[in-house]
């Protein structure tokens, strides 16, 4: 088993690579494209890979029709589904690989890591933030934790400040109050479904949910605490 651990992980980390390298060659034809999810949070937090790649583009909705037909023309690229305006999903050089609308007004605070343009570790923080309001994700959950480990809990609070300004909701919901609540006592729907052992090279302590609980919880307290007074 252990061998067969030890293969399984060198053949992810050979996939990890090729995404890498066929997203820089995407971007580079896609400037205003922002490589996100958790392909972006694993490159700061270092935690996992990913083998996938969402895109986010602020201007999807109004030009779709031009955006998709200089996909298509993309040597390596296969369409596997449309949601007009605002999502294109394909295969990209043997890597799933998708553009979406950006959903809020304001642009996204961007850095580059490894020749690709993603969020800078504040604004993914953020993102998987309302991630785990909207989808609720055994992922969600792992990124946050592990990427408020890479910011340190000052920076990460500071980050999550300007949550609910950048993401309103209607009435007087708060994706912050949300967030905290959720941080408290997590139950992704996926959970009985994901072996974290085996899931994506994910390192240690990050393979251990009652480890994720425990810093979940820690993290509710001080957004409750510090944000929500």
Not at 84 to 91: M, Q, S
Not at 114 to 120: A, F, Q, S, V
Not at 161 to 180: F, K, M, N
Not at 188 to 200: E, G, Q, V
Request: glycine share 6%; net charge positive.
């Amino acid at each position: 088993m252990f061998r067969e651990d030890r293969v399984r992980n060198k053949r992810e980390l050979e996939d990890w690579e090729r995404l890498l390298s066929a997203q820089i060659v995407f971007q580079s034809n896609f400037p205003e494209c922002v490589l996100v999810g958790g392909t972006a949070a694993a490159l700061h937090a270092k935690h996992r890979t990913s083998m996938d790649a969402d895109h986010v583009h602020p201007k999807l909705k109004e030009r779709f029709a031009q955006i998709l037909k200089k996909v298509e023309k993309e040597a390596g690229w296969r369409t596997k589904k449309l949601e007009p305006p605002v999502l294109i999903l394909g295969n990209f050089q043997g890597v799933r690989t998708g553009i979406r609308q950006l959903i809020r007004s304001k642009p996204l605070q961007t850095t580059m890591v490894r020749g690709l343009k993603i969020p800078t570790p504040e604004e993914i923080l953020r993102i998987k933030g309302v991630l785990i309001v909207k989808r609720n994700t055994t992922r969600d959950f792992i990124d946050f934790v592990a990427l408020t480990d890479h910011l340190g809990m000052k920076r990460a609070l500071q980050a999550l400040t300007t949550l609910d300004s950048l993401y309103p909701q209607e009435g007087e919901a708060s994706v912050t109050q949300q967030l905290a609540l959720q941080l408290a006592e997590p139950k992704p729907w996926d959970l009985s479904k994901t072996d974290l052992i085996r899931y994506k090279n994910l390192k240690p302590p990050y393979t251990d949910w009652k480890e994720i609980k425990r810093r979940a919880l820690t993290l509710s307290q001080k957004i409750g605490g510090d944000l929500l007074r």
